[in-house]
Nanobody, 115 residues
Framework: QVQLVESGGGLVQPGGSLRLSCAAS????????MGWYRQAPGKQRELVAA???????NYADSVKGRFIISRDNAKNTVLLQMNSLKPEDTAVYYC?????????WGQGTQVTVAS
């Protein structure tokens, strides 16, 4: 059974930083992509940042220069460092792994940016 466990969300003031962590466990084979999505109230879920199978990183235009995705392959962990946070970054953030064995999602972690 595959599990993705997220941590690190919370309330932060505009301009602040947060770091999200996602730990993957279970049998996952041939990962095509691993990264983060978010969904704000009343909006569709959108890609924030992800690693692709070819080793590239994709970022949403709205977070380029502010967010950094990184990973620890030995620990099957992917991190999202979020800097210079804005109120429009408020959303539930989901960890995602797309693999040949399936498409997996974490339970989501709330990030709220407010003064």
């Amino acid at each position: 059974q595959v599990q993705l466990v997220e941590s690190g969300g919370g309330l932060v003031q505009p301009g602040g930083s947060l770091r999200l962590s996602c730990a993957a466990s279970g049998r996952i084979f041939i990962i095509n992509s691993m990264g983060w999505y978010r969904q704000a109230p009343g909006k569709q879920r959108e890609l924030v940042a992800a690693f692709t199978r070819g080793g590239r990183t994709n970022y949403a235009d709205s977070v380029k220069g502010r967010f950094i995705i990184s990973r620890d392959n030995a620990k099957n962990t992917v991190l999202l460092q979020m800097n210079s946070l804005k109120p429009e970054d408020t959303a539930v953030y989901y960890c995602n792994v797309e693999a040949i064995t399936g498409d997996y999602w974490g339970q989501g972690t709330q990030v709220t940016v407010a003064s």
